[in-house]
């Protein structure tokens, strides 16, 4: 039985961007609370390593998404497995976006499915910062390398 997901209206500043380099004080947000209420909601993955992911994946597949809770708890779906870790809001506080260990189920999919779900879980252990943007996430690698871009679920 899956576990049931509870969306969360997300408010959404035009334009926040925060990396590693950054501070929460010169980013204005001000507080790792601040940061994580741009990131509470659920979100859908749209492109993974700069192509959409309906691209990558037969028609039907369940697409891959991320839910940041107002706690720092984090989960969502790879499209075939689970996965659940918490962001460091220690860290967040400090302008260091780290997801830390996930945990994740094992089930197997496609081989298309199962080739999303590696490269998807590989570039999460890679993010260093975010980008809110109109409605779209970008989470963000070293020196702002865009990997992965969300849109909220609804």
Known sequence: ????????ALAVTPLTTMTACETLESTGLGSATNVISQL?????LSEL???????LLPAGAALPGISFGQDGSVSGSTGVNNFFGNLDLGELAKGNFNLGDLSQ????GSPEAMAVE???L?????????DI????????????RELMKFVPLT
């Open 118 to 120: 590696n490269q998807f």
């Open 49 to 55: 390593a700069g192509q959409a992911v309906s691209e």
């Open 1 to 8: 039985m899956r576990p049931a997901i509870v969306v969360v």
């Open 105 to 108: 189920t094992r089930m197997a």
């Open 40 to 44: 509470t909601g659920d979100w859908q």
């Open 122 to 130: 590989s570039l999460l252990q890679q993010v260093t910062g975010f």
């Open 133 to 144: 943007s109109g409605d779209t996430l970008t989470l963000l690698g070293s020196g702002a």
